[in-house]
């Protein structure tokens, strides 16, 4: 796996989460592929690019890759793979398979568990730095926090995967059920581990009580499942311990994205030591 750093923008609505998101990227492409991922609603990148980026993986420029994922898409392709791994399953047991399938659509964190599959994907693509234009603070936390919600999940399906199986090698039958269990939820472990080692996340602020108050909701509310930077976006006076970026006129396409000053940023990331040994565990796509 040659990622370094998987990093998420997140914070109050129009705080310059987006436009950091680009520039950081921008600047990373320098050293390496580097993919930029939006998961926010109401994407942004093309605007701040000059051209639109769209849900297919598109290169932006040298190095530097760029997707704006839609969210009803990304549920219905999760919940067709899920689909697609149980199909040659008993139809006793497929049926109640299927029947989770159409609650991941459903369910209120659909889009959340999908998200996350799909960033197992992107990890294991051979990018050295992704970066993640994040949904507003709420959603954020909350795609973090279905993390432990999905696996616990997974681990209530693996015990009765386990006592199915029992049951089917006394029958002297095969039984998929368990593998395909455990190949979710070693996805899950997979992506869970790289946050914990290789994820960053920069509560963006900006000179201002509700934004630096969502800033300070981010750091308490997701200590623990990453590690979190604070930054002041537009930097006038306010000192403290966060990064600070200072405001530039128009930053908008390749040119002005590069006018930003993101060189905290970018040392927060690389904040990695190079050459250590690969410690994940083989996880299947």
Not at 22 to 31: I, N, P
Not at 73 to 92: C, D, F, Q, W
Not at 146 to 156: K, T, Y
Request: proline share 3%; glycine share 8%.
């Amino acid at each position: 796996m040659l990622l370094k750093r998987l990093a998420f923008f997140g914070g109050k609505g129009g705080v310059g989460k987006s436009t950091l998101a680009c520039a950081t990227a921008l600047r990373l492409s320098q050293e390496g592929k580097t993919l930029l991922v939006s998961i926010d609603p109401a994407h942004s990148i093309s605007g701040i690019f000059g051209f639109p980026v769209g849900s297919q993986l598109k290169e932006v420029s040298k190095n530097l890759y760029a997707v704006e994922l839609e969210g009803e898409r990304l549920v219905e392709e999760y919940a067709k793979r899920v689909l697609e791994a149980i199909s040659g399953l008993t139809p006793s047991v497929r049926r109640g398979l299927m029947a989770y399938a159409e609650y991941l659509r459903l369910s209120p964190t659909a889009l959340e568990t999908a998200m996350l599959d799909r960033l197992v994907d992107f990890i294991m693509e051979g990018y050295e730095y992704i970066m993640v234009d994040s949904a507003p603070t709420g959603q954020l936390i909350r795609l973090f926090k279905s993390l432990q919600a999905v696996r616990g999940w997974f681990e209530l399906l693996r015990r009765v995967a386990k006592e199915r199986q029992k049951v089917e090698a006394f029958m002297g039958r095969e039984d998929r059920l368990l593998k395909i269990v455990e190949e979710r939820r070693k996805r899950l472990e997979f992506l869970s581990e790289v946050l914990s080692k290789k994820g960053i996340l920069f509560a963006v602020a900006r000179e201002e009580p509700l934004s630096l108050e969502e800033a300070s909701r981010l750091e308490k509310e997701l200590k623990g499942y990453i590690e979190v930077r604070r930054v002041i976006n537009c930097w006038r006076s306010m000192e403290g311990n966060f990064l600070k970026v200072e405001e530039v006129e128009k930053p908008y396409g390749l040119e002005g994205l590069k006018r930003i000053s993101a060189a905290g940023l970018v040392d927060a990331i690389k904040r990695y030591l190079d050459g250590r040994p690969d410690e994940y565990p083989h996880v299947s796509s």
